[in-house]
């Protein structure tokens, strides 16, 4: 479907897909249609990566009923297309609200679990940097012993690099992007990179988060293990920006679009 050419408007969303125990996303999809007057669609886009980004990576949803090497976890991006006047931007702070308290809940945990982590963090170095000062005078001294990493579950943003990502998912299980202009977001990768060619790179790793798994770098500084690089991504974006942002080549058939819904 060209949605540049489409000339009728779709038909409106059958909620009645949501049965048995996921009956309260249709509701829950209804009441924000009927609240602020928008698409059903932009609740169902909402509400599906909403609790796709707060599912534990250990669930799995086997595709195929006899084939048990094909599963998938619950990791989505999605992107609400649509005119200005179209009320995106409403209907997804209503649809994302009970993940954004959720999230303040556990931010305000995480503060000072993270504060306490980054001190002992700054008494590591300064130890390690005595012991190695040590080693090389040929004295004898035993390595201090690593900070014990720590989690929490504080994971919604609005904004980030792929380093910022890396980093928050050492700590995190999954992160959750939400952002309200999709095409802004396409519009920085690369931004505070002088390499050439930086935003398909990034867009390239960013890449690699929609596939989670294992996500390992070596560097002799600081070597990076994460157990899953796993990001789920929610945005707006209007037809014209989304038409410019295909148009200057910033998306390119690479695989990057047509991973969300």
């Not at 059903?40 to 048990?68: M, N, P, T, Y």
Request: net charge negative; charged share 25%.
């Amino acid at each position: 479907v060209d949605i540049f050419e489409a000339t009728t408007a779709p038909d409106e969303f059958d909620l009645s897909v949501f049965r048995g125990d996921l009956a309260f996303i249709g509701a829950h999809c209804a009441d924000i249609s009927e609240l602020k007057g928008t698409d059903r669609g932009i609740g169902v886009i909402g509400d599906l990566i909403s609790l796709s980004a707060f599912c534990h990576e250990s669930w799995q949803l086997q595709i195929k009923q006899k084939d048990r090497s094909w599963r998938e976890n619950a990791r989505l991006w999605g992107i609400v297309v649509g005119d200005s006047s179209d009320g995106k931007s409403p209907g997804l702070q209503l649809a994302t609200k009970p993940a954004r308290d959720l999230n303040a809940i556990a931010a305000k945990d995480a503060i000072a679990a993270l504060a306490d982590y980054a001190s002992k963090k700054r008494v590591h170095a300064l130890q390690m940097a005595k012991y190695e000062k040590k080693a090389a005078d040929g004295e004898q001294a035993s390595p201090p012993l690593d900070v014990e990493k720590i989690e929490v579950d504080a994971r919604m943003f609005a904004e980030c690099t792929f380093e910022g990502l890396r980093s928050m998912l050492e700590i995190t299980p999954k992160a959750f992007l939400y952002t309200q202009e999709f095409s802004s977001w396409v519009a920085s990768m690369g931004k505070f990179s002088s390499a050439k060619d930086a935003a398909t790179g990034e867009r390239s790793a960013y890449m690699l988060a929609w596939d989670g798994g294992v996500h390992d770098v070596l560097r002799a500084a600081k070597p990076v293990h994460i157990d899953s690089l796993s990001l789920c991504v929610l945005g707006g974006v209007t037809v014209s920006s989304l038409r410019e942002t295909l148009g200057t080549g910033k998306l390119q058939n690479d695989g990057f679009l047509q991973r969300t819904i």
